[in-house]
């Protein structure tokens, strides 16, 4: 069983467009979508928007699937002057960037770190090159915060100068995974760039492109994983 994980509804769409026949199922008041895809069996499910839905997403799919690997896709801002909108990030890691206990700790209670696994990257990069879509490879940073203006943003990158992009699911999808000694990469394409003054997309636009892209990228990754 391989999970997917989508931070937005159009993401949700747009795997189901590419996945035929998707059983709609709902458990603990969450809605799942279970299909197979080349006679490997899948599991789609929305998480919402933050740490705490995202755990709950997580826990809940683990409960009812056990998935073998687990895939989160989703949007991110970029914080790096030589990425662009559109380009996407896959985590080789994940930190929670607003955990902090340095008041006790010292530096090592900034962020709750999470390793993606290494052979589903390698294979996320396959994919990114097959399709000529353009990849980097790195740190997601991941808090319940929206990261935007010079002070946050310059806060972010001091704290944890590594991070490639900002976003609100990951760390905790990456954090329950690891718990449950579930396999998992994460997958974000970046709707903005925030060291950039203007962006050639608006979000609608970056939206039904971005969405689109990612589901035909989960879908080869699955054919993939399935041979």
């Known amino acids: 069983m391989i999970a997917i994980i989508a931070a937005m509804q159009s993401e949700v769409d747009e795997m189901l467009k590419l996945i035929k026949n998707a059983k709609k199922v709902c458990k603990d008041e969450i809605t799942f979508w279970e ?5 490997q069996s899948v599991v789609i499910m929305l998480s919402g928007v933050g740490k705490g839905h995202a755990a709950i997403a997580a826990t809940c799919l683990i409960h009812h699937y056990q998935p073998q690997y687990i895939i989160n896709i989703g949007t991110a801002g970029g914080l790096c002057a030589e ?12 930190v929670q960037h607003d955990y902090d206990t340095s008041a006790l700790d010292g530096q090592s209670g900034l962020g709750l770190l999470f390793q993606a696994d ?3 990257c390698d294979l996320c990069k396959h994919v990114c090159e097959q399709m000529k879509v353009r990849y980097h490879f790195g740190l997601i940073a991941s808090g319940d915060q929206f990261i935007s203006g010079d002070e946050s943003v310059q806060l972010l990158k001091q704290r944890f100068p590594k991070a490639l992009c900002a976003e609100m699911e990951a760390g905790t999808i990456a954090q329950t995974a690891a718990h449950f000694h579930i396999p998992f990469v994460i997958l974000r394409s970046l709707s903005d760039i925030t060291v950039h003054q203007n ?5 609608q636009e970056y939206v039904c492109v971005a969405a689109s892209r990612s589901a035909r990228m989960c879908l080869e990754i699955i054919k ?3 041979c």
Request: charged residues 20%; negative net charge.
């Open 199 to 203: 962006n050639h997309l608006t979000f």
């Open 35 to 39: 299909a197979q895809v080349n006679q």
């Open 224 to 226: 993939e994983i399935a």
């Open 83 to 94: 990425e662009e909108v559109l380009d996407v990030v896959i985590a080789s890691e994940v």
């Open 118 to 120: 290494a052979a589903l």
